[in-house]
Structure formats: structure tokens, C-alpha cells
């Protein structure tokens, strides 16, 4: 396969990858925001236990689409525990990221006289939900593609 053929090839899957993050992201900001709402809890360390729940949802289904779809992969067995195991990593980061961007709400200064508290609070964390979830998003496919769905390292 010539450099523009795997050049063509690379940026299918990325778009096919993204499409899939983006689904995952939403069930992934749908989980957040049905805990957050019944909680209360906008920010602070119970987000990681949100995330983790929203974890066990998104990296079953995110495996089997990007095996399916994005890297059309009859992979080995441990391939899924290497899928989750990035996708572990990358749910803590995005906690992390999460904690700290939801620690001080930006919104607050700018929007406070026309929109509740509890709103900006909501707003500002799906916000920061989805700036963590776009950085590590990209990192994740390169991680996905070379390493978890790398059809030479089969080989």
C-alpha cells in the first residue's frame, strides 16, 4: 500500500474514531448529567466515581464499534482489556481534568446575574467534560491505532 493509499486510510479511521467519540461522549456526558442532576454534585472528587460509571458504559460499546467500524479488526481476545485499559487511563485523566476545571466556575463572573447558580454550575461541568474529553480523545486513537488495533503487532 502506497503513502497516499495509508495516508487516505489513516484519516477514514480517524474520522470513523471521532464519530464513535463523539457517541461515546455523549453517553458519556449523559451519565455525568443524569448523577449530577440527582445529586446535586457539579465539581470535587465524586466526579471520578461519575466518570467511572460512565467508563464501564462507553468502553463497552466504543470497543466493539471501533472494532467493528473504525479498524475493521478480528482481534485477539485481550484486545478488549487493552481497549479498556486505555480507556481507564483515559477516563483518569479526564477526571483529573474535570476536578480541576470544575474547582473554579469562570461562568460564575460572566453569567451570574442572568442565569442561576445551580445552571452555570451544570454548564461549565459538561464544558469542561467536553475539553478533557477532545484532548484525550485524540490521544486515544494514536494509542488505538498503533498499539490495540495494530494489525502488524498480530502478526
Not at 477514514?12 to 449523559?30: E, H, L, M, P
Not at 442532576?37 to 468502553?59: D, E, V, W
Not at 445551580?118 to 491505532?145: D, E, P, Q, R, Y
Request: hydrophobic residues 50%.
Amino acid at each position: 500500500m502506497n503513502n497516499k493509499n495509508k495516508m487516505n486510510q489513516s484519516l477514514a479511521q480517524f474520522i470513523k474514531y471521532s464519530i464513535i467519540g463523539a457517541f461515546n461522549t455523549v453517553i458519556d456526558i449523559a451519565v455525568l448529567n443524569i448523577l449530577s442532576y440527582t445529586t446535586g454534585i457539579t465539581r470535587g472528587k465524586f466526579l471520578f466515581l461519575f466518570n467511572f460509571i460512565a467508563f464501564l458504559i462507553y468502553s463497552i460499546c466504543g470497543y466493539y464499534l471501533n472494532k467493528k467500524f473504525t479498524f475493521k479488526e478480528n482481534s485477539a481476545k485481550n484486545a478488549y482489556f487493552q481497549y479498556a485499559s486505555v480507556q481507564f487511563v483515559s477516563m483518569i485523566l479526564n477526571s483529573f481534568i474535570l476536578v480541576h476545571l470544575t474547582h473554579r466556575n469562570p461562568l460564575i463572573h460572566l453569567l451570574h446575574h442572568h442565569r442561576s447558580m445551580a445552571h452555570l454550575n451544570h454548564l461549565w461541568l459538561n464544558i469542561s467534560m467536553l475539553i478533557g474529553c477532545t484532548i484525550l480523545g485524540v490521544f486515544g486513537f494514536f494509542i488505538n491505532k498503533f498499539f490495540v488495533f495494530n494489525k502488524k503487532k498480530a502478526l
